[in-house]
């Protein structure tokens, strides 16, 4: 289904690019919380969770688009 620029819905690739920012996001606050806390990555769960759903989220809008 094609989207017009104009009718206020995101395009394909503004989702993909929202996912792959959240993942990024998650595994910088994680990272640095891991580094002030003990000075190694330690990945929290809550960090874990949004890394694995956005990875789930751009997997599933790369295998629908196919």
Not at 15 to 22: D, Q
Not at 28 to 46: E, N, S
């Amino acid at each position: 289904m094609a989207r017009n620029a104009g009718d206020g819905q995101p395009t394909v690739k503004e989702k993909r690019l929202v996912y792959v920012a959240f993942f990024l996001i998650a595994f910088a606050v994680d990272l640095i919380v891991g580094l002030l806390r003990d000075g190694t990555y330690t990945p929290t769960l809550i960090g874990l969770a949004i890394m694995i759903t956005s990875v789930l989220f751009l997997v599933y809008s790369l295998i629908r688009d196919r």
